[in-house]
């Protein structure tokens, strides 16, 4: 998949949040062959970047709990609630602790959910009743539900280049109405451009020289988040590499994202 962007053979449309899930976080599960590995320390490294609150807080607590994780299980949409999340991580830390963070992507698209109260989601397949569907209030409340035990965190990883205070605001009200006290700490946001420069220091340090095939699915997965905008700069490597910065537009193509949603014939969550 990589390299067919790489030489230009990605249609337009595939520049959606499950492509751009599939390549981050698939090629971050594939660098994780043993612990301490280039892809566990990216994606550590990459979540304590994460925001909380609707303000935009940095917790403490989530970044001790990352720091601990020493193995990780990829679980791409999985079946929640009638749903499907774009990506489940169990996390398994030190003394046998054990954790799960729920990924929700974004690229261009709104959340789904308007916190209108007149968009019922009464019917799903769980049997659950709610005053609005709000895309991350529900995947949360839900996972919550269903395994009661354990720590439980939400990312909203988005391609806003400042807080989404008001998709943030929204979830968290719905959550407080539920009487989830704790949601302020367990919600957060988490830019995709954090995760570029993160790549390139591990490139520029030589940590994957004894394996090259590691260190091409490095400069590639770079190249991709640059090429999409996501990305602060490109700087000296990416000119190095070629890479052309292409911004991603202020205001998505609405017209564009409701055909791929009439596209998909009928499935559930996005």
């Given at each position: 998949m990589l390299k067919a962007d790489k030489h230009g053979k990605f249609p337009l449309e595939a520049d959606i949040e499950d492509v751009l899930t599939s390549v981050v976080f698939g090629s971050l599960c594939y660098l994780d062959d043993t612990e301490n590995s280039i892809g566990l320390c990216?994606?550590?490294?990459f979540l304590v970047k994460a925001w909380f609150d609707c303000k935009g807080k940095?917790?403490?607590?989530?970044?001790?709990?990352?720091g601990e994780i020493q193995s990780v299980e990829y679980k791409f949409w999985p079946a929640l609630g009638g749903k499907e999340p774009d990506l489940i991580i169990e996390c398994h830390g030190n003394n046998s602790q054990q954790w799960t963070l729920i990924i929700e992507a974004k690229y261009g698209a709104p959340k789904s959910g308007t916190g209108d109260e007149s968009?019922?989601?009464?019917?799903?397949?769980?049997?659950?009743?709610?005053e609005y569907y709000d895309q991350l209030a529900d995947y949360y409340s839900f996972q919550k539900k269903k395994h009661a035990e354990g720590e439980l965190y939400l990312l909203y990883v988005t391609h806003h280049t400042t807080f989404p205070t008001n998709?943030?605001?929204s979830s968290l009200d719905k959550l407080n109405k539920q009487n989830d006290h704790n949601a302020d700490d367990r919600l957060g946001w988490l830019p995709w451009r954090e995760?570029?420069?993160l790549i390139q220091e591990e490139i520029d340090k030589g940590r994957n020289n004894?394996?090259?095939?590691?260190?091409?699915?490095?400069?590639d997965l770079y190249a991709y988040?640059?090429?999409?905008?996501?990305?602060?700069?490109?700087g000296e490597w990416g000119s190095r590499m070629g890479v052309q910065l292409q911004p991603l537009p202020k205001k998505p193509d609405i017209i564009f994202y409701a055909n791929m949603e009439n596209n998909k014939g009928g499935q559930n969550g996005r």
């Open positions: 990216l994606l550590k490294d940095e917790n403490k607590t989530f970044i001790k709990i990352v968009e019922s989601d009464s019917d799903n397949s769980d049997g659950e009743s709610t998709d943030m605001k995760l570029s420069p004894e394996h090259r095939g590691k260190a091409a699915l490095l400069e988040l640059t090429k999409r905008g996501l990305a602060p700069f490109t």
